[in-house]
């Protein structure tokens, strides 16, 4: 199994570089040479199994032998094994051809952690068997922070900063962040914005001297095995209902592109996808895309579905990778102009491919909070912001002929003051986190400064300044 960069110009790698690689040389991201297939046999065979054999299967093909088979379902059950519901990814019904997945019943309850415990499994393993140790540091505007540190704290390999803006995160968020006690984790209060926080991180990964000295890695959305690990639940949730045999429309509520992307893999393994819905907040580049063909970034709109407030989509390059033909000369292209002039025209061709896969709808801040109580009121789902915006967009494109499938991302009580203005109901958090506002905080406030940043990550992996 070969991985090869959407911008054809950096070192083929095998499953296990390529992961813990992340941002491919070239500046591009690394997706699969060829798209194994499951036969329309081996997914009737996924009905009825748990999820962790489902996660087996349909990961297994994608690893090229990067980790032997007994030690690959161990790595699996224990991602998996802290879930707080035994089908890990339950499927709810909303109305008639309507269901929803629910993505939230991780450790920090958002779809983040699907990808992060095996991610920081597969790291772990990686790397104890060659001995060695990275550092891995992310900025967060919330929910991928709270994920990687919860996948990440206690394993010996690794040392895992996160960088978050000090006061721009919910408290739910920067508790499951500061109250991991195991002192590889550390959560840094940044004095500034989210974007402050990115630049600060790219600034660590370009500087190649400290970059070396500590061993950096990342595992933002780019990285390809978290994709990898969002494939799964495509799977388990179209079987569900009757795949292979029946053909099942999601919708994913979108930020980044990593999530949808994955139902893209899934429908090229064979699975029988039929429209893929990108559902967006005000924050809207992925549907005028795919509404006008033009690519144009604008400023970034602060909304109740701050996880999917971005400016440009970074998987959305592995699409265009494939509606240009794997051409990656003219994805690279199209990448410069987006720097050099903040945005590019999608060819003809390409977004009559795009099309083919994906459909698209925006949801105003208006209709999200409408879509939170009409959804308590008719069906007793509280839905947290970004579902609400998946389950609005998917009540366009209902069609007797497949069912809908809408993900839910996040649990509502991650985002409780958006779903009690929206509802007059405040989400309890789950039995199992119950103590998380009594648990003690650990943090480190740091300036927007990146030799401070620097000088901290240093310290605290064991390297003198
Ligand atoms: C990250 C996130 C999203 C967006 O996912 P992408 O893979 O970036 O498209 C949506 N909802 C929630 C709750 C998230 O945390």
Not at 250 to 260: A, E, K, L, S
Request: glycine letters at 10%; charged letters at 20%; aromatic letters at 8%.
């Amino acid at each position: 199994m070969r991985y090869i960069s959407t911008r054809g110009d950096a070192p083929v790698l095998g499953f296990e570089e390529a992961m813990l690689t992340g941002l491919a040389r070239d500046g591009g991201l690394y997706v699969p040479e060829d798209i194994p297939q499951l036969s329309e046999a081996e997914i009737a065979d996924l009905a009825g199994r748990s999820y962790e054999e489902a996660a087996f299967r349909v990961m297994w093909p994608f690893l090229g032998g990067a980790f032997g088979e007994d030690q690959f379902r161990e790595l699996i059950a224990n991602a998996y094994g802290g879930f707080g519901h035994a089908a890990r990814a339950p499927l709810v019904q909303l109305g008639p051809g309507h269901f929803l997945l629910e993505l939230f019943h991780g450790p920090t309850l958002a779809f983040k952690d699907f990808a992060m415990q095996i991610i920081g499994q597969m790291f772990e393993a990686a790397l104890s068997r060659s001995g060695s140790r990275v550092t891995i540091v992310g900025a967060t505007s919330g929910d991928t922070g709270s994920a990687a540190i919860e996948a990440f704290r206690g394993l010996d390999a690794v040392d895992v900063f996160i960088l978050y803006p000090h006061g721009r995160i919910s408290e739910v968020q920067r508790r499951q962040m500061t109250t991991p006690s195991e002192a590889n984790v550390h959560a840094l209060a940044v004095d500034g914005d989210f974007d402050d926080c990115q630049a600060l991180v790219k600034a660590m990964f370009n500087d190649f001297a400290f970059r070396d000295a500590v061993a950096l890695a990342g595992v933002n959305s780019i990285n390809w095995g978290r994709v990898l690990a969002q494939v799964v639940y495509y799977f388990t949730a179209a079987v569900s209902l009757g795949a292979p045999g029946r053909v099942v429309d999601f919708t994913v509520p979108t930020g980044n592109f990593g999530d949808i992307f994955a139902g893209y893999i899934a429908k090229r393994m064979g699975l029988p996808v039929g429209r893929l819905i990108v559902a967006t907040n005000r924050n809207d580049i992925l549907h005028r895309t795919l509404q006008n063909g033009a690519y144009v970034k604008e400023g970034v709109h602060p909304t109740i579905s701050p996880s999917m407030d971005i400016q440009v989509s970074s998987n959305f390059e592995r699409a265009l990778f494939d509606a240009y033909g794997r051409d990656g000369r003219a994805v690279a292209q199209q990448m410069e102009a987006l720097v050099a002039e903040g945005g590019f025209e999608v060819s003809q061709g390409a977004i009559g491919v795009l099309r083919e896969h994906y459909a698209s709808g925006r949801v105003s801040e208006e209709e999200t909070s409408a879509q939170i109580a009409l959804s308590l009121e008719t069906t007793g789902e509280l839905l947290c912001p970004h579902s609400a915006v998946g389950v609005a967009v998917a009540e366009r494109y209902l069609r007797r002929e497949a069912p809908m499938v809408t993900l839910a991302t996040a649990h509502p009580a991650k985002f409780p003051d958006a779903v009690e203005a929206a509802t007059g109901v405040r989400p309890p958090l789950p039995a199992r986190m119950a103590d998380l506002y009594e648990r003690e905080e650990r943090v480190t406030r740091v300036a927007n400064d990146l030799q401070a940043v620097e000088e901290i990550v240093r310290d605290r992996v064991g390297l003198v300044a």
